[in-house]
């Protein structure tokens, strides 16, 4: 299973591209994909993680026309702390971790946004951002997917032969 979670505020202009790029995937219907579009992380996110192998956060940050749709991965906090505010990929990791000794793969892809007035629609460059960024998502879900059955069949081959 993975997740798709786009968040900002609807309201902002381009401060809604990740919701929209997630809404683009979820009308994919990808198997086995989960998509969430939200205006803020909360802890309840960490939670609807625990069945999925790898969580793509798609957000924004603050840049000029020509910068480019960002993918890195994301690295947690070291800790949480116990009354820590969730607002970012890697303090909801954290959670996630300190909660379940685990967690899983997750990237984050984030569009750059030109303009956040309030009650604004999407920019022109970050319209076309979107389309590159659910593009990108999309391609990070079938590499994950590819990646899980190699390591289910080198898994089985292993406990096949006893290694």
Known sequence: ??????????????????????????????????????????????????????????GTYDADEDDPVRVTTVVDVPSPGATHYVNSPESLLALFRARHGRRPEAWSVLIPAVQSDLHASLSPSTEGKVLEATDRVLDLLHAAREDAGRRGVKQRVCELLGI
């Not at 969430?36 to 625990?50: C, G, I, Q």
């Open 1 to 58: 299973m993975a997740m798709v979670i786009g968040y900002g505020s609807n309201i902002r202009g381009d401060r809604a591209a990740g919701r929209a790029v997630a809404d683009a995937v979820a009308l994919r219907e990808a198997p086995g994909v989960w998509t969430y579009s939200v205006e803020h992380l909360t802890r309840a996110h960490a939670e609807a993680m625990a069945d999925v192998g790898v969580v793509v956060f798609v």
